[in-house]
């Protein structure tokens, strides 16, 4: 027996607990900025969501179907050639395709910049392509036919910041191209083709419009499932604006003496290279004006189309056609 009083071999004292020991403050506060960052990020992606919603709500009606063949004819202020619809097409009948000239010609188009008609052989490279010099006019021409989007504008009136607007609207963006156009009468212009819209500012919301509508609409462009890819076109040294009207020898809008290239990629018999004036609807030509009045004209071969405008409604009957 061991004597009393003396401590057992196997006791051990007890723990000491320092009352300097605290809560992980280091370790909660590293819990809390992840949280904050996951929340950050969560607020980040959830607004760039519904703006994408909003943005896509606010263009769906602008988005072609077979009910609505092209909705842009609704857009304020556009110019929509006349046109015709026959199976399924809406084809212009002023502005035919697979109509080629050659480099030292020039076309006598109705407007500027053009919308359509005959045009150089060889296109403008046009997938989010950013010339920053002016192109030759009938090289331009060529990728509305492809269904391609031409944003024109004038450097000398262009607002301080727009261009960066409409570079960002084009580069790395598929059927788009964008160049300046020293003599435009407005500081934008967008073409497709026998369609255009001329404006003011990079911000307004009619050029989403214009673009949803009618880039690669296949109810309105004559050429489905050609390319904007055209690696021979020099997009640095490009063939350059020709200023001014073209003189005498210029090849009429109608391409008189001018034979269709066969080998060209067409809607189907009735698009727009055939001479297509009898279809299922009469052939007009409008402007839609969202304020009180428009004043453009556009004087064809022969003809002069004018616009007067009624608030808001479908503008201007072609007077010859």
């Known amino acids: 027996m061991m004597a009393s009083g003396k401590k057992s071999r196997n006791s051990r004292p007890a723990p000491v607990v320092s009352r300097r020991q605290g809560l992980p403050w280091l370790t909660i506060g590293a819990v809390v900025a992840v949280v904050a960052l996951i929340g950050a990020i ?34 304020p202020g556009i110019y929509v050639g006349a046109s015709v619809e026959e199976n399924g097409v809406i084809t212009f009948p002023k502005y035919k395709a697979a109509l080629h000239v050659e480099s030292t010609e020039r076309v006598a188009y109705d407007r500027y910049p053009a919308v359509g008609g005959p045009h150089d052989g060889v296109w403008a490279a046009c997938n989010g392509v950013i010339y920053t010099q002016a192109v030759r006019e009938e090289n331009m021409v060529h990728p509305l036919e492809h269904g391609a989007i031409w ?13 960066a607007i409409l570079e960002g609207l084009v580069r790395n963006q598929t059927f788009m191209v964008l160049s300046p156009y020293p003599t435009l009468d407005q500081p934008i212009s967008l073409q497709s083709w026998g369609h255009q819209l001329k404006l003011q500012s990079a911000s307004d919301e009619r050029i989403q419009e214009f673009i949803t509508a009618l880039k690669q609409n296949q109810y309105v462009y004559p050429e489905i499932g050609a390319t904007c890819d055209q690696p021979s076109f020099d997009t640095e040294n490009p063939p350059p604006f020709v200023p001014g009207a073209p003189g005498a020898d210029a090849i009429p ?33 409008s402007e839609v004006s969202g304020s009180g009045t428009s004043s453009e004209s556009a004087e064809t071969s022969g003809s002069t189309e004018s616009a007067v405008s009624t608030s808001g409604s479908v503008l201007g009957t072609s007077a010859s056609q």
């Open 42 to 75: 969560f607020v980040v992606v959830y607004s760039r969501n519904s703006e994408n919603s909003a943005a896509a709500d606010r263009l769906a009606p602008w988005v072609p179907s077979e009910e609505n063949k092209d909705p842009s004819v609704n857009i």
């Open 151 to 163: 944003i024109a504008y004038n450097p000398d009136t262009i607002a301080d910041g727009d261009l």
């Open 253 to 285: 809008l109608d391409g008189s003496g001018l034979t269709s290239d066969t080998s060209e990629v067409m809607t189907d018999d009735t698009a727009s290279g055939s001479e297509t004036a009898s279809g299922t609807g009469s052939a007009t030509s």
